[in-house]
């Protein structure tokens, strides 16, 4: 289940001040994949891209948006080949 927060506010946030629909496509598709952020999901940009319809580049600055300035995402790599592990964090979630 989406939680309300991600619609209500974060939506809001990502589209209308950060001028970043692609970030919220992207986080809402990570949502999915780790089922709200109970585990994590391994992706190239490549095949998140396909699966968004959004091009390589949207995804790639979006994860750096979602990761780096919101941190809203975390990625982890076991390697340097491998894709990365991504975590969705929801920082609004106390305890």
Same mark, same amino acid.
């Given at each position: 289940?989406?939680?309300?927060y991600?619609?209500?506010v ?5 589209v ?5 629909p692609?970030?919220?496509l992207?986080?809402?598709? *990570?949502?999915? !994949?780790?089922?709200?952020? /109970? +585990? $994590?999901?391994? #992706? ?16 790639q *600055?979006?994860? !750096?948006?979602?990761?780096? /300035? +919101? $941190?809203?995402? #975390?990625?982890t790599r ?6 990365p ?11």
């Open positions: 289940m989406l939680d309300p991600v619609v209500d974060l939506m809001r946030d990502l209308g001040h950060d001028h970043q692609s970030a919220f992207v986080y809402l598709w *990570l949502w999915t !994949r780790t089922d709200g952020g /109970r +585990r $994590r999901h391994s #992706a190239s940009l490549q095949t998140m891209a396909l699966e968004t319809g959004l091009s390589k580049s949207a995804v *600055l979006a994860v !750096r948006q979602l990761r780096d /300035r +919101r $941190r809203l995402i #975390a990625a076991e390697a340097p080949t491998t894709p592990l991504y975590e969705v964090l929801t920082p609004w979630v106390r305890g």
